[in-house]
C-alpha cells in the first residue's frame, strides 16, 4: 500500500497547490466543488450535489443573495459548467461521493471539509506558498486552516478506492463538505441522511497541534460545543451637536454588550468561553450611530454548558438594547456539538498503522480545543451503532492557524493519505 502513496506523492502537492490558489468561502466553494467533482468522476464515484447532497433549509449562516450571485458568476468566468453551477445555485456547494462494491462489507465514511477564510494571505517572502508561487488568487481569502490539505487526502483516499476497486468490499462514502468554519455545512449534510447506516466514520485535521511529520493521534479530546450568532441593533441616528437628544446610540449599546459578555461567570461543570469578534458601528463623527453589527460565539465544554452561556448571552444583549433604547436582533448562524471519539478505534489505528512507510507514531489521544461542525456526523453514527473518530496528522506550525502565514509541511499528506489507506485494509475492507 505504500507504494500506491508513494506513486501518489507528486499529485497531492500538485492537488494541494492548486486548491490553495482558488480559496472559497463557506457555501461558495463553486469553483472547489466542481474541480473535486471531475477529479472524481474521472474516476467512476457516483457524485451527489445541491439538494442531493445536503438538507439545504438546515443550513446557517448562508451568505447574501448578492454575495452568492457574484461567486455564482466568477465561477462560471473560472469555467465552471452551467450545468453544475445550476445545482449548486444559492450555497448548495460540496458534495458526496459513493462507492459500492457489490460485496459485502462495512460501510465507511470519510470526511474532507473544503472551505476557506476571509483573510489576506501573506506575502512575506518567507512564506511557502508566496516564494513558491502558489498564493491565493482570490483577494482577502485564503486556506489558512489545512482545508486544501484535507481536501486533497480526499482525493488521494478515493484515488485508492479507484484502483483497487476489484479486491474492495463493502460502501464508502466520501463527503466533501462546504462551510466547517463557522459550524454551518455537517449539519445540513447530516440531515439528509448519509451518515445514518455507516459503521465507521473517520474524519481529522492537519496540524491544530504542532506534532513532526510522521506522527498522528488516533483520537482528539477537547473539541467544545459553540453556537455562533449575528447582532443587529438598530437606533435611531442624529446629529451629534444640535439634536442628540434624539438619537438612540447603537454604537453604545453594541458597547457595553460586549464589555459585558466578557463578565459572564463561568460554569462551574467546565470549560466555556465567548468571544467578540467583530463590531462595526457608526458613520462620522458629528452623528450619532443608528446601526451596530456584532459577530460573537459561545462555546462550551459540553451541551449544557454552551446553552448556558448563549442564554446568558442573548439576556446580555438584549439588556444593553434595552439601556439605550434600541432595537436588537440576534440570528443564529452556525453551531457545533460536543464530540467523543469512539475509543475502540485506538488499539485498531495503531495496528493498522504499525507497518507503515510515513507514519512512524500512533499517540492514543491528543488534547485539543476549539470546536468541530464534524460532530454532527460522528454523533449521527454513534447514535446509531456505529464507530467514529477524529484524528490529526502531525506538521511543524511555525504560526497557528487562522493566520495570514500559515502553512503546513505538505510532507504531511501522503501521512494521513496512509493511514486512510492503512484503515480500510486493516477494517478487511480489502483481500
Known amino acids: ?20 490558489q482558488y480559496p472559497e468561502l463557506g457555501f461558495m466553494e463553486y469553483v472547489t466543488t466542481y474541480r473535486l467533482g471531475k477529479e472524481l468522476e474521472k474516476l467512476g464515484f457516483t457524485l451527489h450535489l ?21 461567486q455564482e458568476n466568477a465561477a462560471l468566468e473560472a469555467g465552471v ?39 489576506k494571505e501573506s506575502t512575506d517572502e518567507m512564506h511557502i506558498p508566496y516564494c513558491e508561487a502558489f498564493p491565493s488568487t482570490n483577494e482577502g481569502v485564503m486556506h489558512a486552516c489545512g482545508h486544501d490539505g484535507h ?13 483497487n476497486q476489484d479486491k474492495l468490499k463493502g460502501k464508502f462514502t466520501l463527503l466533501f463538505q462546504p462551510a466547517e468554519e463557522g459550524g454551518r455545512g455537517a449539519k445540513a449534510m447530516t440531515e439528509k441522511g448519509w451518515l445514518d447506516e455507516v459503521d465507521y466514520f473517520y474524519s481529522g485535521h492537519i496540524g491544530i497541534q504542532s506534532l513532526p511529520v ?32 434624539l438619537g438612540k446610540n447603537a454604537l453604545l449599546a453594541a458597547s457595553a454588550a460586549a464589555t ?18 467583530k463590531l462595526v458601528a457608526g458613520t462620522g463623527r458629528n452623528i450619532i450611530p443608528g446601526e451596530a453589527y456584532m459577530e460573537i460565539e459561545t462555546r462550551g465544554e459540553t451541551q449544557e454548558i454552551n446553552d448556558y452561556m448563549l442564554r446568558e448571552a442573548e ?10 433604547n434600541v432595537q436588537c436582533e440576534i440570528t443564529p448562524v452556525g453551531v457545533t456539538e460536543e464530540m467523543v471519539c469512539s475509543e475502540e478505534l485506538i488499539p485498531f489505528i495503531q495496528h493498522a498503522c504499525q507497518s507503515g ?75
Open 1 to 20: 500500500m505504500s507504494d500506491f502513496v508513494k506513486r501518489l506523492e507528486e499529485q497531492l502537492v500538485l492537488w494541494r497547490r492548486s486548491f490553495h
Open 50 to 70: 445541491g439538494e442531493d447532497a445536503m438538507d439545504g433549509e438546515a443550513r446557517l449562516g448562508v451568505p447574501e443573495a448578492k454575495d452568492l450571485i457574484a
Open 81 to 119: 459548467e452551467e450545468s453544475w453551477l445550476t445545482k449548486m445555485r444559492g450555497g448548495l456547494t460540496g458534495l458526496i461521493a459513493t462507492w459500492d462494491t457489490g460485496r459485502t462489507g462495512d460501510h465507511i465514511a470519510f470526511r474532507f471539509d473544503i472551505d476557506a477564510l476571509p483573510i
Open 151 to 163: 481536501m486533497t487526502i480526499g482525493l488521494g483516499v478515493a484515488s485508492f478506492i479507484a484502483v
Open 214 to 245: 510522521g506522527t498522528i493521534a488516533a483520537t482528539t479530546k477537547g473539541f467544545l460545543a459553540s453556537s455562533k450568532i449575528n447582532v443587529a441593533l438598530t437606533g435611531f441616528a442624529s446629529h451629534a451637536g444640535m439634536h442628540p437628544e
Open 260 to 277: 459585558n459578555l466578557y463578565a459572564i461567570p463561568r460554569h462551574s461543570g467546565g470549560i466555556t468561553r465567548i468571544n467578540v469578534g
Open 315 to 324: 439576556r446580555i444583549i438584549q439588556a444593553a438594547a434595552d439601556m439605550h
Open 357 to 431: 512507510e510515513y507514519v512512524k507514531e500512533v499517540i492514543p489521544e491528543a488534547q485539543v480545543s476549539g470546536s468541530e461542525d464534524a460532530s454532527f456526523m460522528m454523533n449521527r453514527v454513534q447514535q446509531h451503532g456505529g464507530k467514529a473518530t477524529y484524528m490529526l496528522f502531525g506538521t511543524e506550525l511555525k504560526y497557528p492557524h487562522h493566520n495570514p502565514a500559515f502553512d503546513f509541511q505538505e510532507d504531511a499528506l501522503p501521512v494521513a493519505l496512509e493511514t486512510f489507506v492503512k484503515i480500510i485494509k486493516g477494517g478487511s475492507q480489502i483481500d
